[in-house]
């Protein structure tokens, strides 16, 4: 049974940069797709950024291209989202998800406030 663990959440002034980091423990990492997601307050929970198993990036959410980067790298079963010129409206709690057919797993979340 896997587990993913998602790091680096923090109080983040705008414009500033920040760096999440999704750790899998016990899943064969390296064959599953990964996404992350965010939910922001009394909203529904969003994709944002999808990378293959093989490293092939899409589904950029719109508010975020250009500002966000997905990565991966499979030898240390680690996923990463780099966040720059972070703005307020992108406070919410950020979920990395790993798929491959039926085998889904979750991460339980990490905080990201973005305010001054």
């Known amino acids: 049974q896997g587990q993913y663990v998602e790091f680096g959440g923090d109080l983040v002034q705008p414009g500033g940069p920040l760096r999440l980091t999704c750790q899998a423990f016990?899943?064969?990492?390296?064959?599953?797709?990964m996404r992350w997601y965010r939910q922001a307050p009394g909203k529904e929970r969003v994709r944002i950024a999808t990378?293959?198993?093989?490293?092939?990036?899409?589904n950029y959410e719109d508010s975020v291209t250009g500002r966000f980067t997905i990565s991966r790298h499979n030898a240390t079963s680690t996923a990463y989202l780099q966040m720059n010129s972070l703005k307020p409206e992108d406070t919410a709690v950020y979920f990395c998800h790993a798929r491959r057919g039926p085998s889904v797993y979750w991460g339980q979340g990490t905080q990201v406030t973005v305010s001054s």
């Open positions: 990378i293959t198993n093989t490293g092939f990036i899409y």
């Open positions: 016990g899943s064969n990492f390296s064959n599953h797709d």
